[in-house]
Each structure stands twice: as structure tokens, then as C-alpha cells.
DNA sequence: TACTTTGTTTAGTACATACTAAACAAAGGT
DNA sequence: ACCTTTGTTTAGTATGTACTAAACAAAGTA
């Protein structure tokens, strides 16, 4: 491999590395990615430690997180003791398993934030400030609304077994 | 105000903090937005440091960052020297200022990047390592044309002026 | 059983960053 | 002109976290 060829896949390496870091994930695991986007085939753990510089600890662990997220996944090899991986070149599929895992975590525990408050709300005795109450009401209803739109599109996409180029024009077609 | 009232306002408040730093926002311009989307009417700076528990330099720079988002706006009154805000309560406006501005930042940059690679390999004088060349290039258009996809929906998204809960369920509906 | 190979876990470190406190700037009021 | 009010900027601090180094675990091999 020349050189060249070298240069630009490193340059490009980092660029995912930024971007791993700005959309909140680890540094490394933007690198590791990239490694393993950028390499035909699998590549075990020991290979990722020598190619991406980071340790076998560090390596392990944002591996697995990598791996929770859907972006690589295991490529076994039989009669070989080592664990190898290789990165999922379906970016679709990636960003539902993504959505998936992000949903189930913080997302749900935002609306249950809202959700509860306005049950609480509505329980309370009415009493002296009943339009501080009302007005609260209303506002929490609205986001509760908002949250409920966004929960129906993240759950249509992630049950969706195809999401291509195709469906992003047709839903395209909607918004324009 | 009863202290029932206060109690419920302030565990929506402290959900909302949370949600703002697993977003990868700072814990204080979800505190500061809950407390502005929970007051009816808009609020001075004063006022939003007694009431976050901030000091007067963190609720400044904080302000201008949600309102750099859409997030938040100046409500200012007259024959008052106070800035005053107030909390927007049109949430798609809100997700189309905050798509429009992350989409200038960083994922620009991350598209460039794959770009400017493709670009370079392209420009390489046939070698030796032609086959790994052509695997690059292969694996980089497939990225581009995700990036492509996602810089349409965000784009089409951020130019629509009306972006309520009907056109969401217009989408739903072809995502079924 | 001991040794090697592989991956995980943990203790510690370095770094980024959100915040506080205080100096500063700007603009009105007296 | 001087003081007060309001908001910004800066220097310093504290907290979280991603990483390194090394101990540990597990499982095959001699």
C-alpha cells in the first residue's frame, strides 16, 4: 500500500474521529470505526490496538460500546481463539439500531419526566392558583405532544426492516 | 403559589437539566429553559439567576447560546434597560433552528471530509495497490451517498416554514 | 500443573469544560 | 462628574470522563 493511499485514509480516520467526539460518543470509537470502515474484512482486537494506537483496555471497551450501537459487528472465526470484528457498511441499519438503543435510555425517561408531572398536576386540589396551575398544565401538554411526535417517528423508522435511499426520497417528497 | 405547585415545577425542571447534558448540552440551558418555559411571560436576567441558582456570567453566556438555537428569545420591553426572555413555545420552530445550526458547524465538516478523500482518491496515479484503492472508494460513496440522504432531510426539514404535528403524521404515514 | 494467549476490569491520570467569583464595560440617572 | 444598574468577559476551580497502565480472569497448550 503506498504512501499516498496511506496519508488520505488517515486524514480521513481523524475526520470521523471529530465527528465521533462532537455527536457525543468517545473519540476512540470514532477511530475504530473508521479502522474498520476503511479495512476489507475483520480485524481482531490485537490488529485494532497496533492500527488505531490506543490501548487493549480502551480498544476492548469502546469496541463493545461499538458494537451495543450496531455500527460493527463480531466476524468469528473458527478454530481461532481471537475475537474479530468488522464494520456494518449498512448505514441504515446502523441508524436504527442507534435510535433504538438511544430511545430506550434517556429519551423514555424525558417523557415519563413530563408525563408524570402533568399526572401530578392533574391530582392536585384546586386551590388559590388555579391559572399558575392551568398554565402549566397546558405548557407541559404541549411538549408532551411534541415528545409524542418525535417517540411515533423514531419508533415507525426503527421498526422499519428496509430504510434506504428510497424511503428518505419519498418521505422527501412529503416535505417538500 | 402552593408549595405542591413548586415541588412538581422544580422535579420537571431538574428532569429537564438532565436531558439537556445527555444531549450534550450544558446542565444549565436546560435548567435555565425549563424555567423560562414554566413562567408565563418572559423574564430578566435577574430574575432567571435568583430563580436557577446560576451566577449572573453562567446565566449570560447560557441565554445567548438558547437563543442562538431559537430555543429562547429576547422579549425586550420598553422604557426598561433589562434584558428580558422569553421561552419559544413552537417546538418545530425550535428543532428547525437547532437542525439549522448544527448542520452549518460540524456536519459540514464531516461531509467535506469524506468528500475532499473521495476527491484524492480519485487523483491517484494507478499502482500496485489498485485493488485497496478501488475498496476505499467504494466504501467512502457509500458513506457519502448516507450523508447525502440525511443533508437532504435536514435541509428540507430546516427550509419548511410549517413544520406541525400534521406533516409528521404525513411522514408516519409512509414510513408504515 | 504450569505457561501462554487473549480479553476484561480497575486504579490512576490527564484533559476538557461548565461553572463561580470578580473584574470590567456600558449606559442611565442624579 | 459620579454613582448605580445591568450585562459581558476573564481567571480560576471543580467535576466528569476517556484514556493508560497494570492487575486480573479465563481458557487453551505444553
Redesign the pocket.
Known amino acids: 500500500m503506498g504512501p499516498q493511499l496511506e496519508t488520505i485514509r488517515n486524514h480521513f480516520i481523524e475526520g470521523m474521529s471529530s465527528m465521533s467526539?462532537f455527536w457525543?460518543?468517545?473519540?476512540?470509537?470514532g477511530?475504530l470505526f473508521a479502522v474498520l470502515f476503511t479495512h476489507p474484512g475483520a480485524l481482531?482486537?490485537?490488529e485494532l490496538v497496533t492500527r488505531t494506537?490506543?490501548?487493549?483496555?480502551?480498544?476492548?471497551?469502546?469496541?463493545?460500546a461499538l458494537a451495543r450501537l450496531g455500527l460493527i459487528h463480531p466476524a468469528p472465526r473458527m478454530a481461532?481463539?481471537?475475537?474479530?470484528y468488522a464494520a456494518e457498511t449498512d448505514f441504515y441499519k446502523a441508524i436504527r439500531s442507534i435510535l433504538a438503543e438511544r430511545h430506550n435510555s434517556e429519551f423514555d425517561r424525558a417523557v415519563t419526566t413530563v408525563k408524570e408531572a402533568l399526572r401530578e398536576l392533574q391530582g392536585l386540589p384546586v386551590s388559590a392558583d388555579e391559572a399558575e396551575r392551568k398554565f402549566l398544565v397546558e405548557r407541559l401538554q404541549a411538549m408532551q405532544a411534541f415528545f409524542d411526535a418525535v417517540d411515533s417517528l423514531t419508533r415507525a423508522v426503527t421498526r422499519l426492516d428496509s430504510l434506504g435511499i428510497h424511503t428518505v426520497q419519498n418521505v422527501l417528497k412529503i416535505l417538500k
Open positions: 467526539q457525543g460518543f468517545p473519540r476512540g470509537m477511530t481482531s482486537l490485537d494506537g490506543l490501548t487493549k483496555g480502551a480498544v476492548s471497551t469502546n469496541v463493545r481461532d481463539r481471537k475475537d474479530y
